[in-house]
């Protein structure tokens, strides 16, 4: 079965490293998002990619940086991590632009 | 500026009980209204969408009205049960006008008592 899969599961690192996370998707979709999810805030779009080669900001996208070389992964880094980034990170997928999402499990990450 | 407006943040309902999540939302252009459920350490799941086209759609227990005068749309979880107890979020976008990104409600976490 198609899935999108996001790792590590949770994370912790400490303030100023420059931390990776992963997301793999088996869909085929060209759309890809990565949002974060803080209390309070609901969920918040940081960057997002229409395609191999393409990324775009989102509202919330200081400190963090995308790359899409392939049409299944869309990895996210954060620069110099900060405690402010500690979150929930999901990313999520879909098959075209006026379609819903498929979202990962998460990855939790803390800043120390 | 929250351009869609979710409530309550949360609810209680006793099982065999309706479950009503409101959103109301500000830009006209929007024409996609999905709801997303998601439960503890999951992410979102796409639990179902209307278009401005109808007023009502119905899955199993689950039912989205549409007003599209007042602006506002609304779940319904009609003879709600404890595994129902998750997350709610609403969102809005607008494909046909090109802007494809969503905008989400902050959430209603509902919980169902046996």
């Known amino acids: 079965d198609a899935e999108i899969t996001q790792s590590p599961r949770h994370k912790i690192t400490e303030t100023g490293r420059q931390v990776t996370l992963a997301c793999h998707q088996t869909w085929n979709h060209n759309n890809m998002f990565w949002y974060r999810q803080d209390l309070g805030h609901g969920l918040r779009l940081i960057h997002y990619s229409y395609g191999v080669q393409d990324t775009n900001k989102g509202e919330v996208s200081d400190g963090y940086s995308v790359s899409r070389s392939n049409t299944e992964d869309l990895p996210l880094t954060l620069e110099s991590a900060a405690s402010s980034q500690t979150s929930v990170y999901f990313c999520a997928s879909s098959e075209n632009r006026a379609a819903g999402y498929t979202f990962g499990s998460g990855t939790r990450l803390t800043v120390v | ?114």
């Open chain 2, 1 to 114: 500026q929250q351009q869609v407006k979710q409530s309550p943040q949360s609810l209680i309902v006793q099982k065999g009980g309706i479950s009503i999540i409101n959103c109301a939302y500000e830009n006209t252009a929007f024409d996609y209204f999905p709801w997303y459920q998601q439960f503890p350490g999951k992410g979102p799941a796409l639990l179902i969408a209307i278009r401005p086209d109808v007023s009502e759609k119905k899955e199993g227990r689950f039912t989205i009205s549409f007003n599209k005068s007042a602006k506002q749309f609304s779940l319904h979880i009609m003879d709600s049960q404890p595994g129902d107890s998750a997350t709610y979020f609403c969102a809005a976008s607008s494909p046909s006008g090109g802007s494809y990104i969503p905008t989400f409600g902050r959430g209603t976490s509902l919980i169902v008592h046996p």
